[in-house]
């Protein structure tokens, strides 16, 4: 698949949510990264590529449905379920879901899985949430059972490291490695400061910048049914203390992911009642 800057849809900013560990809140995290590029005017499509779990598939579809039954106007992405096969219909929907977008949010399986792969490699931003856990650090590293000091990347950080230096060759894009910190709990811990330390010296060594992502919140589960997200306040009526500390999270997450601006303002793309649903799945 061509990827360079003479590619069709090189504009499109790809953002790629992996890891091959499950419950570490990816899919949440990626509905909640398309909903605020969304709600700032931009352009967004997603791609869930986990068609057993489809996660962020339900979770938009269930926004689509509350758009219909309340007449709404929430900011509401393309998005489609790859239940694909083939390289070629893989690359036929990519296309399709960059063409005219300004930004690709991708979910993966929590899974070894070649179209997530070839998903990653594409990517402008690769994003690994993980828990402050060393069972998920062991996804991306290994320490001494003793001194918790980093003795080696895994397997998963040298696919990474390998990713990025074939895409430098291919085309001189550099892909920006994320590791997320996801559900982190609000009450500071040994571990938690073990994890982070462990963190910071991996990152040094295979080159990924480490940033605060959403908490261990009630409400992300709570919003599921009805596919709000923490943009949609208005649609909770009122908020508690909890719900404006989850805004700054993901405010902040926002921030620290340093993703494009768009080239111009524009007045968020606001979903109506006749907007069309998702673009079509790829039929295996």
């Not at 261990?216 to 709000?228: H, S």
């Not at 601006?261 to 979903?271: D, G, K, N, Q, S």
Request: proline share 6%.
């Amino acid at each position: 698949m061509a990827t360079g800057p003479d590619s069709p849809h090189a504009s499109t900013h790809v953002i790629v949510f992996a890891n091959e560990k499950g419950g570490t809140g990816k899919s949440t995290t990626a509905v909640h990264v398309a909903i605020a590029l969304a709600a700032r005017g931009a352009r967004v499509a997603c791609l869930d590529l986990d068609h057993r779990q489809r996660t962020v598939g339900r979770y938009l579809d269930n926004r689509a449905e509350t758009i219909k039954r309340t007449g709404s106007a929430l900011p509401m992405p393309r998005h489609a379920t790859l239940s694909a096969q083939t390289e070629d219909q893989f690359e036929d929907l990519w296309h399709s879901l960059c063409a005219d977008s300004d930004f690709l949010v991708v979910d993966t399986p929590g899974r070894d899985d070649p179209f997530a792969r070839t998903a990653a490699a594409l990517s402008n931003t690769l994003v690994t949430p993980m828990n402050d856990s060393f069972v998920d650090f062991d996804l991306i590293g290994q320490v001494d059972p003793e001194t918790f000091q980093v003795t080696r990347p895994s397997f998963y950080s040298e696919l990474i490291w390998d990713a990025r230096k074939q895409r430098a060759r291919a085309d001189g894009t550099t892909i920006d490695w994320v590791v997320l910190r996801n559900r982190l709990q609000h009450i500071e811990a040994r571990n938690m400061r073990r994890v982070s330390d462990a963190l910071v010296q991996l990152s040094k060594r295979v080159g990924f910048r480490i940033i605060p992502g959403l908490g261990e919140r009630v409400i992300y589960r709570e919003m599921f049914p009805a596919g709000l997200t923490m943009i949609d306040a208005k649609e909770f009526g009122g908020m508690g203390l909890a719900h404006v500390a989850a805004r700054q999270e993901l405010r902040e997450m926002m921030a620290a992911l340093q993703l494009p601006e768009l080239a111009a303002e524009t007045a968020p793309r606001a979903a109506t009642p006749s907007s069309p649903g998702p673009v079509s799945d790829v039929a295996a």
